[in-house]
């Protein structure tokens, strides 16, 4: 059984995929935001 290594970002957007969140807004260049385009959460 192999396990899915994520790292911080990828968490944090599942965990608001989780909660059906559909709308984020930050700050521009964190990690967080090259991970978005996988996921169907808006910016």
């Known amino acids: 059984m192999s396990k ?3 790292t ?3 968490l944090v957007i599942r965990g608001l995929e989780y909660l059906n969140v559909s709308t984020v ?3 521009p260049g964190g990690a967080i ?3 978005m385009i996988h996921y169907t959460i808006a910016l």
Do not use: W
């Open 4 to 6: 899915e290594q994520l």
């Open 8 to 10: 911080g970002a990828e």
């Open 25 to 27: 807004f930050g700050v």
């Open 33 to 35: 935001y090259l991970h």
